[in-house]
């Protein structure tokens, strides 16, 4: 029993070190509609067996169907809005990168739709990967804030 307990929690702790981030771009930054932008998905270097696999990214508005913008994104956990990318994900060593931190990334890099609400939206990402001696899939789910103008 003690054994099965120990596994589950370095199972755990291996997860919740994979975990992604939208490294670019930062949280408040403005994204103007038919300009690009780079997101940049960066995740620290994992020491156990661990495979990524792919990544979904979108851009969600927060402006409600009444035309009014929100001002609390996080009800928007479950949505993507506009589909930017979905495909493989295969980072690279980043080269300026301190040990210890998130070491890998990859950039896509995008155009704003035109017809997206201005106002507060979410670069919102999913990454599959699988993890640990028989490759359990694990999916995550992040985001940042960023404001659309015209």
């Known amino acids: 029993m003690t054994k099965s307990i120990l596994a589950l929690i370095a199972l755990a702790t291996s997860a919740y070190a994979q975990n992604a981030v939208i490294a670019s771009p930062s949280a408040g930054s403005t994204l103007r509609k038919g ?12 020491p156990a067996p661990s495979k990524d696999v792919s990544v979904v990214i979108g851009l969600q508005t927060c402006v409600l169907t ?7 994104c996080s009800v928007l956990t479950q949505t993507f809005g ?3 990318y979905s495909g493989d994900y295969t980072p690279t060593g980043h080269p300026d990168a301190p040990q210890g931190t998130f070491e890998d990334y990859q950039n896509f ?3 704003v739709p035109t017809n ?5 939206a979410q670069v919102k990402a999913a990454h599959l990967y699988l ?20």
């Open 109 to 111: 890099t995008f155009t």
């Open 35 to 46: 300009q690009s932008f780079t997101v940049e998905i960066a995740r620290p270097e994992f």
């Open 131 to 150: 993890t640990g001696a028989g490759f359990i899939p694990v999916l995550e789910q992040f985001n940042v804030t960023v404001n659309v103008v015209n």
């Open 82 to 84: 506009f589909l930017l």
């Open 116 to 120: 997206i609400p201005t106002g507060q």
């Open 66 to 72: 009444d035309g009014s913008n929100s001002t609390d």
